[in-house]
């Protein structure tokens, strides 16, 4: 969105400046809330279309334009939630969230030298993890925005409910109930230098063909879900347990040989990627259980590995979301 400056000033206008200032932050927002860089980004540009679509004097009304940003990009987001699982109905195979590179190889690690607006990056941390978004997807939408809210962002309940039209008593139980899936899917604690060495002994063995290596490094009870959308060959259910795990990985080896398999960051932990002719087709995030690995997600579906492969100049088009909700009504 490109934003001209007053006439004569030769100066972006500081309102305008601060508005488009709530551009990351709602990024953020809304990816935490969808699992979707794609979606989050159209629902910021909806939100966007929102306000200037609004009389200077109706802007000038609203005390702050960063809150009422957030009311409707949040508003928004339980509207794509709700929508999503009636799509993920029809979805080929899993659906996984889409996995984010580490910020920096968004504008210095292209070989294009395309660089990526700032604002379009996500922040990286424990509420960014592949375990945790996938944790994310089984709660309800109004679970997902109220955790997501208050927990990460830390909203007010009262300021919860004014966005999910709830009332704060309500909104504060949503939050518990989504803790409590949260804390029952967590695993221990494991320190990122015992992340990446687990990971760098999984990509060694899994090069080299290393059986017992490859069984020794995973959970007996591991499990291993593929998502390709449909437009990819992959497998469309869940591989469990350690061996049926390796027996695929050992079925894959022949296709290994055409494939660069890298380590690198995958929303935020250590993970891998694999490459043809310098093009990634396929990510691979982990959730590690002590010194065992106890879920891979295999993302191959080439609509989710845009941040990977292209800057936002080079996407393909997309059609926007439908959000036809007005922001001052509470999605139902």
Known sequence: ??????????????????????RRQLINLSYRLLGSLADAEDVVQEAYA???AMSRQQQDDIASPGAWLTKVASRLCLNVLSSARARRETYV?????EPLPEPREWITGRPDGISVDPADRVTLDESITMAFLVVLESMTPAERVAFILHDVFRYSF???????????????????????????????VTTAARQARIVGDFKQAWESGDIDALISLLDPDATVISDGGGLVRTALHPIEGAERIVRSLVRLEGRLRNLTILECTVNGQPGLIAQQDGVTVSVFAFEVAGDQIKHIWAVRNPDKLRPWTAGPQRRRARPSIRCVSDPDRTPQ
Do not use: K, N
């Open 50 to 52: 929102r306000w200037y």
């Open 158 to 188: 009262a300021e919860v409910a004014d966005i999910v039209g709830r009332t704060p008593a309500a909104c504060r139980q949503l939050a518990s109930s989504a803790r409590r899936r949260i804390r029952a899917a967590q695993a221990p």
């Open 93 to 97: 195979g899993e659906w996984i969230p």
């Open 1 to 22: 969105m490109t934003i001209q400056s007053e006439p004569g000033g030769g100066r972006l206008d500081p309102g305008l400046a601060a508005i488009m200032g709530e």
